[in-house]
């Protein structure tokens, strides 16, 4: 199965939720104020949020002005076109070499999992991974990322379940400059984003890589769950403002219809959508692109 058909298959329930709406008002009738509101009932409904809801409205508005537009269905192909637009305004850049990956994020959004198809992605690139068990709190983590590691064959540094995840860390990079990996991924504990010590934690796994590993680039990596809709907003915000976020991984879409959410997150955070995530194979992990995932939910 191709990228667009894993992309679409994944994102049947946000297209229904999304696309089969707004369907009903592109009709052929005049474009007035109540296409507008009932095109924002539709956006808001779906979960794309307020902020973005009144940006896609705006430059619709401007541009069915600009382009003289006077018919509803004129208008599907520019809406299309707006929000490839924003979600491309926060594109994420093509990776540098080596690089250091922190994941990130609250408990049970797929985090282990998400290394484990990273791991393989890097892997079929030919890359040479290192994966850093950084999670030595919660029972039988490091044997699940081993299990992903072995999958993928890569190297794995772990250490005892209740050890200092710093330590981890700082062996970890000093087996990824012995190996001359190409990526250390490193697996950090799911934590409540308003629990402070744990939040301290990652400060702290962040100077050790920012001090250790200077000459690699460094991602860090918030994985959020597709389904909590909205308060992937809040998520990003304070994960952001505790070791700032360079990437977003927006799993399990392939089980929700709140995948307009993307769109929230890309106006109010600014923060670049890098990868999704619509299944539970080891290749359902993909490269967000802009473009792909609007002709998801349209086509």
């Known amino acids: 199965m191709g990228f667009f058909s894993r992309l679409f298959s ?37 979960d794309v949020g307020a902020a973005a809801t009144e940006e896609i409205i705006e430059r619709l508005k401007d541009e069915t002005k600009s382009r003289k537009l006077k018919k509803t269905d004129d208008c599907k192909a520019l809406l299309k076109e707006i929000l490839i637009g924003i979600l491309e305004e926060n594109k994420a850049e093509e990776f540098s070499f080596p690089c250091v990956m922190m ?19 890097f892997d079929k690139m030919g890359k040479k991974v290192v994966l850093a068990a950084a999670d030595t709190f919660r029972a039988a983590a490091s044997e699940q990322l081993e299990i992903w590691a072995d999958r993928s064959r890569v190297k794995i540094v772990t250490n005892e379940q209740g050890s200092d995840p710093g330590a981890v860390v700082f062996d970890a990079i000093a087996s990824a400059k012995a190996r001359k990996a190409d990526v250390l991924i ?24 920012e001090r250790d590993y200077p000459e ?26 505790a070791v700032g976020i360079t990437d977003l991984a927006i799993t399990k879409l392939d089980g929700t219809a709140k995948g307009g959410a993307v769109f929230a997150v890309a106006t109010e955070n600014q923060v670049p959508v890098r990868f999704v995530g619509v299944g539970e194979q080891v290749g359902d992990l993909l490269d967000f692109d802009a473009k792909e995932f609007v002709d998801a939910i349209f086509e």
């Not at 994941?103 to 992605?121: D, E, F, P, S, Y």
């Not at 409540?192 to 796994?205: A, G």
């Open 10 to 46: 994944g994102m049947q329930k946000t297209k229904k939720n999304f696309a089969d709406k707004l369907k009903f008002i592109f009709t052929g009738n005049e474009i007035d104020e109540e296409f507008f509101e009932e095109l924002e009932y539709v956006l808001l409904s779906s």
């Open 103 to 121: 994941v990130i994020g609250v408990n049970g959004v797929g985090k282990t999992t998400t290394i484990g198809k990273l791991a393989h992605k």
């Open 186 to 209: 490193i697996d950090t504990a799911g934590r409540l984003h308003n629990k402070v010590n744990l939040m301290e934690e990652l400060k702290k796994i962040s100077r050790i890589v």
């Open 216 to 241: 690699a680039e460094y991602h860090k990596l918030l994985v959020i769950d597709a389904s909590v809709g909205q308060n992937a907003i809040s998520q990003v915000e304070l994960f952001d403002e």
